[in-house]
């Protein structure tokens, strides 16, 4: 009886083993089925760019891209197909969608507001998927456009400076930028800067020889600066690296000298 027991323990199947077998048996149909829904919405998308673009040739309305861009986006919107979504390249018809139509006009307004968002959250999108569906040149080629809004300008600038950080091995990290930042000559009491601000006064220069009303008053622009090179922090420094005991007593007698001269204006009047 108990040789008879050991047996049947042998050959009995164990229960946990059949339920891992199972769960693997439906976790493969579920990745078949995931293929096979991205799969076929891929080919639908690109047979709508197809449809759209031969519309914008014989001049009539480019809809069916509008048509399918619910469905489109309820499949973009599951992050448990993002691995279906790179093995079927499903962002090639993403980029079909964003190129511009035979006339040069771009895709609808609806699409880009759907599409640069959504893009933004898809974080496993990386350089070899951008490789394989083409997205990044269309992606750059919206922050050149002069016709494209702003908001969707932003959303590419974003999307390239993000998807460039590994390819130029540059941190994600605020802390981690590295600011260049100006040289002062302080023996020549002068300003060490770059090339580029050398032009910006050379520029400046050629400007006011152009001018024909050289003493004419403008009322002033406010206006926010864009710097290729910070300045350089002088907190703590006084200006021409004077002591700091002079420059105050300085300060003390121009102030000295400002009161009185009120006085003065004032007895006048």
Do not use: H
């Amino acid at each position: 009886m108990r040789l008879d027991m050991q047996f049947e323990a042998i050959l009995k199947p164990k229960k946990g083993s059949r339920q891992k077998r199972k769960r693997k048996d439906d976790d493969d149909v579920l990745d078949r089925y995931a293929d096979e829904e991205v799969s076929r919405l891929r080919e639908a998308m690109l047979a709508a760019a197809a449809d759209d673009e031969q519309a914008n040739r014989e001049k009539l309305p480019a809809t069916s891209k509008l048509r399918l861009l619910p469905q489109v986006m309820e499949v973009l919107r599951k992050t448990s197909l993002a691995q279906s979504i790179i093995d079927n390249n499903l962002l090639e018809g993403v980029c079909k969608w964003l190129e511009p139509l035979p006339d040069k006009s771009l895709p609808a307004l609806d699409i880009q507001k759907e599409f640069f968002p959504m893009l933004k959250k898809m974080e496993f999108i990386d350089t070899n998927v951008l490789k394989e569906s083409k997205l990044g040149r269309v992606i750059l080629f919206y922050t050149k456009c002069k016709r494209v809004t702003p908001d969707i300008q932003r959303a590419a600038n974003d999307l390239v400076s993000i998807w460039s950080r590994p390819i130029i091995k540059r941190s994600a990290s605020y802390r981690d930028r590295v600011i260049p930042t100006a040289q002062t000559d302080v023996e020549g009491q002068g300003v060490r800067t770059g090339e580029r601000l050398n032009a910006i006064l050379a520029r400046a220069r050629e400007t006011d020889k152009n001018r024909v009303r050289k003493n004419a008053v403008a009322i002033p622009q406010s206006q926010l600066g864009s710097y290729t090179v910070a300045p350089r922090s002088n907190a703590g420094m006084s200006r021409s690296n004077v002591p700091v005991d002079v420059d105050i007593q300085r300060r003390k007698q121009n102030a000295e000298r400002l009161k009185s001269l009120t006085r003065k204006m004032t007895a006048k009047s």
